[in-house]
C-alpha cells in the first residue's frame, strides 16, 4: 500500500524528530510536498563503522567527526535490527546513555508499523570546535538518501527520504573515551557541502 504525499511527509517528520532532529521535521516537511517523483537513491551498504575511533593516530577532529558519521550509520543499523537489545547495544557507542530508551520506543513503533531503515545520511561537515569534552560540529546535512522500507515486502517509501541540504550545528560530549551525539540544533539557513 503506498502513502498518499500527505502521509509520507508525516511519516518523514515523524522520521526525523524521532532522531533527534525535531527542527529538522518541519524543514523536511516544507519541501515535501512538492518533492517530485525520482529514481531511488541505491540502498547503501553497510559501512564498515571506524574501529579506532580513540586510535593515537587520529586528530581530535578526526574522531569527532568518525563519531558523528557513526552515529547516523548506528541509527539506520538500530533501526533496521528489530530488535531492542540489539538497537540498544548498537546505539550505546554514539549516544550517551540517558537518550536511547526514547530512540528505542520510536523504533518500537517503526517496527510495528513493519518499517526499518534504507539507505543512510551522508554528512557534509563544515566545521568541528572542541572544548574540553564538548565538541561542537557544523553540518550540511543530506538525509535525501535515507528513506523508509516495509520489512516484509521490502517495498521503499520514497516520499520518506529527507532533504539533501540540512544545516545543522550537533554537540557531541566525551564520554568514556567516546564521542557521543548528545544534541541536534537546526539552523534556518541554507548550507552549501
Given at each position: 500500500m503506498s502513502l498518499p504525499v500527505v502521509g509520507r511527509c508525516r511519516l518523514l517528520s515523524a522520521r526525523l524528530a524521532i532522531a533527534g532532529l525535531a527542527g529538522a521535521a518541519a524543514l523536511a516537511t516544507a519541501g515535501c510536498a512538492a518533492q517530485p517523483q525520482a529514481a531511488l537513491p541505491r540502498k547503501s551498504a553497510a559501512l564498515a563503522v571506524p574501529a579506532a575511533l580513540a586510535s593515537p593516530s587520529?586528530?581530535?577532529r578526526q574522531r569527532v567527526v568518525a563519531a558523528y558519521d557513526g552515529y547516523w550509520q548506528a541509527y539506520a543499523d538500530a533501526m533496521s535490527s528489530l530488535n531492542a537489545g540489539?538497537?540498544?547495544s548498537i546505539l550505546a557507542g554514539y549516544v550517551p546513555a540517558?537518550?536511547?530508551a526514547a530512540r528505542i520506543r520510536a523504533y518500537q513503533r517503526d517496527w510495528a508499523a513493519h518499517d526499518i531503515a534504507y539507505g543512510g545520511a551522508v554528512t557534509h561537515v563544515l566545521s568541528v570546535r572542541i572544548r574540553g569534552q564538548r565538541a561542537t560540529l557544523h553540518d550540511c546535512l543530506d538525509l535525501s538518501?535515507?528513506?523508509v522500507q516495509s520489512d516484509r515486502t521490502g517495498r521503499v517509501v520514497p516520499g520518506s527520504?529527507?532533504?539533501?541540504?540540512?544545516?545543522f550545528y550537533i554537540t557531541l560530549v566525551l564520554s568514556g573515551g567516546r564521542w557521543l551525539v548528545s544534541n541536534m540544533q537546526p539552523v534556518v539557513v541554507p548550507?552549501?557541502?
Open positions: 587520529l586528530t581530535a540489539k538497537a540498544r540517558a537518550g536511547i538518501h535515507l528513506g527520504f529527507g532533504l539533501p541540504r540540512l544545516n548550507c552549501e557541502p
